[in-house]
Each structure stands twice: as structure tokens, then as C-alpha cells.
């Protein structure tokens, strides 16, 4: 069964660097997303993105971060200068249909800011 | 914006009883509820998801129900076994989008004891 993957699966970064976390949607899907999760709570919705432009963003998603489709498979999500409450499990997720239909989820990617 | 509320946040049943997590939705446009359940350090993974046409949906041990009127829907596991320990998130998701987006609840810890 095909499945949504990420790299790398932990970064260590120092804050005010920037990051890029990479995920491989689920190749016939066409909605991504991503989510993170600081530990120990909810999950918590980031961005949306459909036809190479962003569907829908939450408050979290401010200037810092950015997403983008380089090609075909990939879907990146960078954070320009990290701060330490940015360290989180970050995780992508596809669908194959916009709404009311099951995400995805990649196996997520854990930052670390020190 | 919409919000999901989820009780009780830890939950601790004898095997082979029943469990049952509650959760409530503030935005009546949303239209679509699914429930994953986290194993620790894994991605969420959907267990079952139920749409607004629908009052009740079952699979095996585990059913989902909805009132739209209260806003509010339930999971339900019967005979638990000790491979249903995990973290369960309800979820919701409006559809004011494209890429509509799920917005989690905060989790019930669910643990089962021997």
C-alpha cells in the first residue's frame, strides 16, 4: 500500500537557521498538507496547498514559513529562522480529494531547536 | 474558526470492556469527522471517520456516532484488547476550502488494563 514519506525523519538545527522538511505525498493524491505537533499535545493544522498555490493557512503560518511543490513528487515545508518554540513533530499529509475524504499522514519529521 | 473539544483526556478500562471518548464541534458547516488513533512516536492513523449524512457508521469493535443538532459525536470500542493502548484524537473539518482542512481535538490517553 503506498505511503506518504518524510525526510529526515529527526533535524537538529540551531535557532535563526533555516530548515526544509521534505515529504513524498501518495503519488495519484493531489491535496497536501502540513501539520506539526509539540510534544505531548494535539495536532495542529499548519497549511493547506492544491494546484501549486496554498488553499487555506492557520495563525501558526506566518511569514516564517513557506511551502512549495519543486516538482512532481516532492512538497517542502521551510522555516526561514527558527525559533525554539518551533521544535515539534511535523508531519505531511495528501488526499486524494479535498474534503470530507481520509489524509494521509507521513511518519513525521522531528525538529529540535537549540 | 472551528474548535474541538474531547473528554475525558485519559481514560483507563479493564479488557474487555467498552470505552467510550466523547467530542463537540463549534462550526455546524463542518462535515466531516474522523478519529486516529497514535501510537507513541507514530503518525496519527485513521481508525474510522463518519460524514454529515450519516448518524452512526461501525467497524468490528469500534463505532462512531454524530448529532449534528448537539454538535457533538462519540467513539466507541467494545471488548478492548490491549493493542487499542494509544493516544485517540477526534477531528473535524469544515469545508471552506479546496483542501479542507482537519482540526484536531486534544487527545484522550486510552490505556487498558490486563
Known amino acids: 500500500e503506498p505511503e506518504v514519506t518524510q525526510t529526515p525523519s529527526h533535524q537538529v538545527t540551531q535557532m535563526g537557521q533555516e530548515v526544509i522538511l521534505r515529504c513524498v505525498p501518495i503519488?495519484?493524491?493531489?491535496?497536501f498538507y502540513w501539520y506539526r505537533q509539540i510534544l505531548g499535545q494535539k495536532v495542529e493544522f499548519l497549511v493547506s496547498?492544491?494546484?501549486?498555490?496554498?488553499?487555506?493557512k492557520s495563525e501558526i503560518f506566518d511569514d516564517q514559513f513557506s511551502v512549495e511543490r519543486p516538482d512532481g513528487s516532492n512538497f517542502t515545508l521551510k522555516i526561514r529562522s527558527t525559533k525554539l518554540e518551533d521544535s515539534a513533530m511535523y508531519f505531511c499529509?495528501?488526499?486524494?480529494?479535498?474534503?470530507?475524504?481520509?489524509?494521509?499522514f507521513g511518519p513525521g519529521t522531528r525538529l529540535t531547536v537549540t | 474558526g472551528e474548535n474541538v473539544e474531547q473528554h475525558p483526556s485519559t481514560l483507563s478500562v479493564q479488557e474487555g470492556d467498552s470505552a467510550v471518548i466523547k467530542c463537540t464541534y463549534s462550526?455546524?458547516?463542518?462535515?466531516?469527522f474522523p478519529w486516529y488513533k497514535q501510537e507513541l512516536g507514530k503518525r496519527p492513523q485513521l481508525i474510522i471517520d463518519?460524514?454529515?449524512?450519516?448518524g452512526e457508521k461501525k467497524d468490528q469493535r469500534i463505532a462512531v456516532t454524530l448529532n449534528k443538532t448537539a454538535k457533538h459525536f462519540s467513539l466507541h470500542i467494545t471488548e478492548t484488547q490491549p493493542e487499542d493502548s494509544a493516544v485517540y484524537f477526534c477531528?473535524?473539518?469544515?469545508?471552506?476550502?479546496?483542501?479542507?482542512?482537519?482540526?484536531f481535538g486534544s487527545g484522550t490517553r486510552l490505556s487498558i488494563r490486563p
Open positions: 499529509a495528501s488526499t486524494r480529494q479535498g474534503n470530507s475524504y481520509e489524509q494521509y
Open positions: 503519488s495519484n493524491h493531489l491535496y
Open positions: 496547498f492544491y494546484n501549486n498555490e496554498i488553499s487555506e
Open positions: 462550526d455546524s458547516a463542518s462535515n466531516y
Open positions: 463518519i460524514r454529515s449524512n450519516v
Open positions: 477531528a473535524a473539518s469544515p469545508p471552506y476550502s479546496s483542501a479542507s482542512k482537519i482540526i
